[in-house]
């Protein structure tokens, strides 16, 4: 499992549990299966800056970003 570029620095559960969102200063969103931690996608380019923190919607199918410069992303 590769994961992340540089510095992780934010991690959310999606409200059933199934999913982990993680975000890093390498400016990327990942989403990962919590039961087996396999990488299911990575998203990036949607910050100019470190990624701060994530969150999921309580639906579960949004995540809110939030970077360094001053952005948010959803």
Same mark, same amino acid.
Do not use: C, Y
């Given at each position: 499992?590769?994961?992340h570029?540089?510095t992780?620095?934010?991690?959310?559960?999606?409200?059933?549990?199934?999913?982990?969102a993680?975000?890093? /200063?390498?400016?990327?969103l990942?989403?990962?299966? !919590? *039961?087996?931690g396999?990488? &299911?996608?990575?998203?990036?380019g949607?910050?100019?800056?470190?990624?701060?923190g994530?969150?999921? /919607?309580?639906?579960?199918?949004?995540v809110?970003? !939030? *970077?360094?410069?001053?952005? &948010?992303g959803l």
């Amino acid at each position: 499992m590769l994961g992340h570029g540089d510095t992780v620095t934010g991690v959310a559960f999606s409200p059933r549990g199934q999913l982990i969102a993680s975000v890093s /200063a390498d400016k990327t969103l990942r989403f990962w299966e !919590a *039961a087996s931690g396999g990488e &299911l996608a990575n998203m990036e380019g949607g910050h100019g800056e470190a990624v701060q923190g994530v969150a999921f /919607a309580p639906g579960g199918r949004q995540v809110a970003t !939030a *970077a360094a410069d001053k952005s &948010l992303g959803l």
